[in-house]
Structure formats: structure tokens, C-alpha cells
């Protein structure tokens, strides 16, 4: 049976060391009391480790259970999601206004990834909630914020997003579902919806449905597509779920992993519904709130990764199977524990390299969220803004390429018993698979990267990590400790220089150049930024080793540092030279299109 532990002094590590956030106390609305931190966490690892994580394994064996359109969920999750609700937990980011606590997005998402790590089908139908929120209280009428928000904030009611169609997924411009005006300031929504997370469940007394769909005059593609909000019951004048809208749940995926989360067919049969924004402006609408959905599905495979880390390091330091190369370890024991093999500890270091470093990524990405949103000044929330467009791909991408790895490594310490469903590694590559395809797949994220990222405003979202990262070279450069960091930093954000240069100029002659090359940039990029995380890193842990009652704290992140900058960094090289190979590499002379 696998343990999980919520990794809350690293979270200290990355919110009180890393991006030291108390120095925001006075500049950012709602970090002014940061004394509520540490029980907070504290509480929400308590839930994670006690409620949710227990029903993880049964969860994902019982399934979902379907019956003329009802979908029940499995024994135990209808509790826990009113023992969330009862905590006051969807309420956390939320705005006062509608009953939420205004609390930051940066000590959400250390919760976010305790939940993913305990229990990501659980989680799922909180975070598409949290999505139709935000879609509701950006672009919502005073009166649909009224009517929606206060039960999406008490988590009485749930959220969905329905975009996804059978002929329309990445190119939503070919959606088919229609809006048809009723002259009441209502619609009437007709269509079918696949792949809907939580679009049926019995865990909410109402789903409140935001819906992607076109109005009879639309323009042809994703210029024509509008948002439309209802719910399963329509909100009587008291806020109460009233009649029963025409919308129902067709059938159920059955799928690799996230067992306990339904996948829903959605029938809108002349459903009535409200128009959220302005016509035509739905996919605009829905991109204002996406890197926030991205950002949290990244933290979903860093939240598997964790849980799959922790299990596989206990079992690497119990299991013996034979000699260390160098001698007998433990020469009182039939064999050695695994752990003393070099190969077993690159896949530790792997895992955890990837951890630590993803976290800090997650949440100084939702500092900026916070900064963006919470700032006084325009320009510092434009800034930060900046950086959040140019991050939400790499988060999103490296995250979850990053969950799906890192949970076969999990499996892979394990061996035989990796692969064995009692051992529980086997559901985290299964659960893991998923975060790499939805919210736009990591190969869209690559094309967002080049396409729009990069050459956004003269390359200002890129100024927002280079400045940094150049600074910070220059102050290390003459620090002796830091050299062994520092020169493989350098060196990866050259290549990083050279492709992107790469990128510019063959972007200007044939477009499927930089295209054929964009997953290959992507990763390079992650690879930079999480470089000069695990740079920073070590600088941070070099001022305390020596002095700090946590020596083998800091002692660790620093191997850490070094392992990332010897055996993971390093890949820059081949990723070069791979992406620059140019779309000449991929001909497919049997293929004609
Ligand atoms: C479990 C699950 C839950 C989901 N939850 C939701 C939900 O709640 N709401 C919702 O609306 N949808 C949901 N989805 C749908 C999901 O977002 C889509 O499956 C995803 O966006 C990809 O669309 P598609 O499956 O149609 O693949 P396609 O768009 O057909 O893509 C197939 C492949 O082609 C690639 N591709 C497509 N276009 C290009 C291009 N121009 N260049 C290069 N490569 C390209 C893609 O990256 C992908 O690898 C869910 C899906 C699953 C499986």
C-alpha cells in the first residue's frame, strides 16, 4: 500500500526562502497576515493524508457508476467532497464579494498539489469549479456573478467547461453546437459535448455549465464561437436549483486512469442559457482564464510525481537485492538496499530534481498570478502578467511530460511490483497520462510558446526571465561556489540564445521550421528556467549549510543542485541539435497530403 506525506517543509523552502513572500505584506492585497500560512498547510495535509489520499486506490478499483443518465461516484467521495465543502476549501482564492476568503493563489496551489497528489479524480471536480468561477466573475453580468458565484464559492454547486465536440478539440473554430436567441435575452442550446470532466456527478445538488457555442450569425472558425452559462437546474430567483434544464449526460468514458473523475457525453437539447461576454468573443473570453487552468493541471503531475517519489524512495532504502559494486553495505543483511545502486539513485534524483524544482516554478508562477491581480501598480501587473503568458506553457508542458515521466521511474524503482495494482505506482503513470493531452495538449503548448510568446510585443514576455537570469550570472560571477552552477546555466541559456534565433529567422521563410522544432524549444526552455531555479537554489542553501540546524537540508538541496546541472541540464545539447535540424527531417515520402 503506498504512504504520502504533504511535503510541507519544502513548501516553506520554496514560499518563505525562495520567493521570500513576506516581503509582499504590504504591496499585495491579502498577504498582509502570512501568520495563517503554516496552519493553513498544516490543515490541508491533514485532509489530503486523511481523507482523500485513503480513497485514492478504492476510488480508482470501484469506478463510476452510470445509470439512465445519473453517474454516482465511488463510496466515500460524496463525503469527502462535503467534508471539503464543510472546511470552507473551494472558498480560498475567492472573492469577498461572493463569500470567498480573498486568500492567495500562491498558498492555494501547495494545496492544489497536496489534493493531486492524495487524490487527483477527487480533485478535479473543485478545479473545474474554480475554473467556471473565474470565467463567471471575468466576463459574468452583474446578475449571472449574483446568481453563480455564491454557490460556486460555497462549493454547494459545481462548475464544468464544455468546449470539447467529436470533430472539434484543439480547432474549437469547428465546434457545431448552436445558440439560438429566444428574444427574452435567453438561448437555446443545441448540441453534444464530449469529454466533459465532472459534467455529471452526485456530489453537488446543481452544475452550473459553461458552455462554448455559435450563434446563428456567427462568423465562419474561431472568430464565431460565443460563451453561454447555465446549470443543470435553473437558479430559481432565491438561488435555489429550480426546473430541470434540458441537459443530460449521454454516457461515460471508460478510461486509462482518473477512474473516480467522470468523462461525460453532454446532450444540450434546446437547453436554455445565458450569453457570457460578448458575441463572438467566447475564445477570448475563455484564454483570459486559461493559464490559471494550466498552470493548475501542471501542479497535477507534480502533485503524482510527489506522491510517486516518496513511495518509491521508501521502497528503494527496504528492498534488498544485491552488493553495492563497491563492497557490501550492510554486510549483516543478505544484500543491500537498492538505494545504494547508482542507478537507482539516478531515478531518485531524477524524481526529486523534478519535484523541488517544479514546485518552486508552480508557485512563483502563482506569485505572479497574485501580483498581476493584487498589485496598485499597472506596471508591475503588467509585468508580472508577462511573465505568466510566457510561463503557462512551460509549467504546463514540463510539469506534466514531467508527472508522466517521473511517475514511470516510480514504477520503474519498484520493478515488478511497480507494475502490481496493490502497490499503488502503477495508477499514478495511469492518472499521470491524462494532464499531458487535456487543457490544450503539450504539443499545442509548444505552438502557443513560439507562436505567440515569443514574438509577443517586440519579445517583452521574454525580457521578464532573461533580465533576471542575466542578473543574477553577473552578481555569481566572481563567487567561486557558485561556478559549478553557474557555467552550466550559461552555457544552456546560450543554446537557449541560438535557437531562439534559430526560431526568428526560420520563422520569416518556412513556418513548418520552427513548428518542427517547437516541442524540442519547449523543453529547452523548461530545462533553462529550471537551471537557474536549481541556481538560485543552491546559492539560498550555500549561505545556510554551514550555519543552519538543518545542515542535511540544504546539504541535499545542494547534490540536488549539482545533479540537475550535471545530468539533467546537460540535454540542452542534443535538444540544439535536434531543433535545428529543420522540418527537412521529417519528410514522409509515403505520405502524400
Ligand atoms: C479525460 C479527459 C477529460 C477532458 N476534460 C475536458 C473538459 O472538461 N472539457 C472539455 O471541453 N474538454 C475536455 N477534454 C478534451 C481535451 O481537452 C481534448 O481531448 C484535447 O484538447 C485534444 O483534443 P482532441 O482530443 O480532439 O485531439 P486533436 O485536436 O484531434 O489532436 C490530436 C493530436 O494532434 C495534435 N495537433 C492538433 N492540431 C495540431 C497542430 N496544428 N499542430 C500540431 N499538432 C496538432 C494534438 O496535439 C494531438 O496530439 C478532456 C479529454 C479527456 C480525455
Redesign the pocket.
Known amino acids: 500500500m503506498p504512504t504520502y506525506k504533504a511535503p510541507l517543509r519544502d513548501f516553506q523552502f520554496v514560499l518563505k526562502e525562495w520567493l521570500d513572500i513576506e516581503q509582499y505584506k504590504d504591496s499585495l492585497k491579502g498577504f498582509d497576515d502570512l501568520s495563517i500560512m503554516d496552519p493553513i498547510l498544516d490543515e490541508a495535509a491533514k485532509f489530503c493524508e486523511g481523507v482523500l489520499f485513503p480513497l485514492n486506490q478504492s476510488g480508482d478499483a470501484e469506478g463510476l457508476t452510470f445509470d439512465k443518465g445519473n453517474v454516482h461516484l465511488p463510496k466515500g467521495f460524496k463525503e469527502a467532497y462535503q467534508a471539503y465543502v464543510a472546511a470552507g476549501w473551494p472558498s480560498f482564492t475567492c472573492d469577498p464579494a461572493y463569500g470567498g476568503q480573498g486568500l492567495p493563489e500562491v498558498l492555494n496551489m501547495p494545496i492544489t498539489e497536496m489534493i493531486s497528489s492524495s487524490n487527483l479524480s477527487f480533485g478535479l471536480l473543485p478545479g ?1 469549479s474554480h475554473g467556471a468561477y473565474n470565467a463567471i466573475h471575468i466576463w459574468g453580468t452583474e446578475e449571472q456573478k449574483k446568481t453563480y458565484l455564491p454557490k460556486l464559492v460555497t462549493g454547494e454547486w459545481s462548475g ?5 465536440e467529436p470533430q472539434a ?3 474549437l473554430g469547428l465546434i457545431r453546437t448552436k445558440a439560438t436567441p429566444n428574444g427574452d435575452g435567453s438561448y437555446n442550446i443545441t448540441g453534444t ?1 464530449i ?3 465532472e459534467g455529471e456527478q452526485d456530489a453537488t445538488e446543481n452544475i452550473v455549465h459553461l458552455i462554448l457555442a455559435k450563434l446563428p450569425d456567427a462568423p465562419a472558425g474561431s472568430r464565431g464561437i460565443s460563451l453561454f452559462v447555465t446549470a443543470k437546474f435553473l437558479p430559481t430567483a432565491e438561488g435555489k436549483p429550480g426546473e430541470r434544464n434540458k441537459i443530460t449526460c449521454g454516457a461515460i ?1 471508460h ?1 486509462m486512469g ?1 477512474h473516480a473523475s467522470p ?1 461525460c457525453v453532454m446532450n444540450f437539447d434546446g437547453a436554455k442559457a445565458w450569453l457570457v461576454g460578448e458575441p463572438h468573443k467566447g475564445l477570448k473570453a475563455m484564454f483570459t482564464m486559461m493559464n490559471e487552468a494550466r498552470i493548475y493541471v501542471g501542479i497535477q503531475g507534480l502533485g503524482l510525481g510527489e506522491v510517486s517519489y516518496q513511495n518509491a524512495l521508501a521502497y528503494a532504502k527496504e528492498r534488498l537485492q544485491m552488493r553495492s559494486l563497491k563492497g557490501a553495505k550492510y554486510p549483516d543483511k543478505p544484500a543491500d538496499p537498492l538505494v545504494v545502486h547508482p542507478d537507482i539513485r539516478r531515478m531518485l534524483l531524477t524524481m526529486r530534481a523534478f519535484c523541488e524544482g517544479s514546485r518552486v516554478l508552480a508557485l512563483w508562477s502563482a506569485l505572479k498570478v497574485d501580483t498581476h491581480k493584487r498589485h496598485s501598480d499597472p506596471k508591475v501587473r503588467q509585468e508580472a502578467d508577462d511573465f505568466v503568458q510566457l510561463m503557462t506553457p512551460i509549467v504546463k508542458s514540463y510539469l506534466t511530460d514531467g508527472g508522466s515521466e517521473i511517475t514511470n521511474l516510480g514504477m520503474q524503482v519498484l520493478g515488478g511490483y511497480g507494475y502490481i495494482r496493490e502497490y499503488g505506482m502503477e495508477q499514478y503513470v495511469r492518472d499521470a497520462r ?1 494532464a499531458q ?5 503539450n ?2 503548448q509548444a ?1 502557443d510558446l513560439i507562436g505567440r510568446k515569443l514574438p509577443a510585443h517586440m519579445g517583452r514576455y521574454l525580457r521578464t526571465f532573461f533580465h533576471p537570469v542575466d542578473q543574477f550570472l553577473t552578481e555569481n560571477r566572481d563567487i567561486p561556489e557558485m561556478a559549478e552552477f553557474n557555467k552550466p546555466l550559461y552555457q544552456a541559456v546560450g543554446s537557449l540564445q541560438n535557437a531562439s534565433i534559430w526560431m526568428a529567422q526560420k520563422g520569416l521563410g518556412n513556418p513548418d521550421d520552427p ?1 518542427s522544432g517547437s516541442v524540442e524549444y519547449q523543453r529547452m526552455f523548461s530545462l533553462v528556467v529550471l537551471g537557474y531555479i536549481w541556481a538560485r537554489t543552491a546559492k539560498i542553501a550555500l549561505a545556510k549549510v554551514k550555519t543552519s540546524d538543518e545542515k542535511n537540508f540544504y546539504e541535499t538541496k545542494l547534490a540536488t543542485a549539482r545533479f540537475y546541472m550535471n545530468k539533467i541540464l546537460p540535454e540542452h545539447f542534443s535538444l540544439l541539435a535536434k531543433l535545428t535540424a529543420g522540418v527537412k527531417s521529417l519528410e514522409m515520402p509515403d505520405i502524400t497530403v
Open positions: 473545474l464544468v467547461m464544455c468546449l470539447t478539440g484543439t480547432d459535448k469529454f466533459i470532466s468514458e478510461k482518473i468523462t491524462i493531452i487535456y487543457e490544450g495538449t504539443g499545442v505552438l513548428a
